[in-house]
């Protein structure tokens, strides 16, 4: 987050939860047989770990924590993880 962006206050972090992720929830129970539905279900608990990182709610140091969290979820979800592909920069010396 760049320090030009406002953070979520309290309130606005309660009420995005309930009118989306726990919506969103509710909705995969409520259709079981949704084809990748522990993908999305995943995708929803990232998303809202994503919210309360941007919002006020937590202490810097919490907050802090939850970005590397966020991070490295990202990392670890490549596909293209230990595959050693040249990245673009060693492609574009080439």
């Given at each position: 987050?760049?320090?030009?962006?406002?953070?979520?206050?309290?309130?606005?972090?309660?009420?995005?939860?309930?009118?989306?992720?726990?919506?969103?929830?509710?909705?995969?129970?409520?259709?079981?047989?949704?084809?990748?539905?522990?993908?999305?279900?995943?995708?929803?608990?990232?998303?809202?770990?994503?919210?309360?990182?941007?919002?006020?709610?937590?202490?810097?140091?919490?907050?802090?924590?939850l970005l590397?969290?966020?991070?490295?979820?990202?990392?670890?979800?490549?596909?293209?993880?230990?595959?050693?592909?040249?990245?673009?920069?060693?492609?574009?010396?080439?």
């Amino acid at each position: 987050m760049t320090d030009q962006q406002r953070r979520w206050t309290h309130e606005e972090v309660k009420r995005l939860l309930e009118i989306s992720v726990i919506a969103n929830f509710k909705n995969l129970i409520a259709h079981p047989e949704r084809p990748y539905r522990l993908q999305i279900a995943g995708d929803y608990a990232v998303n809202a770990l994503k919210v309360l990182a941007e919002s006020e709610v937590l202490p810097d140091d919490i907050r802090g924590q939850l970005l590397h969290i966020l991070e490295l979820h990202e990392q670890v979800s490549n596909p293209f993880l230990g595959m050693n592909l040249p990245e673009k920069k060693e492609e574009a010396q080439s």
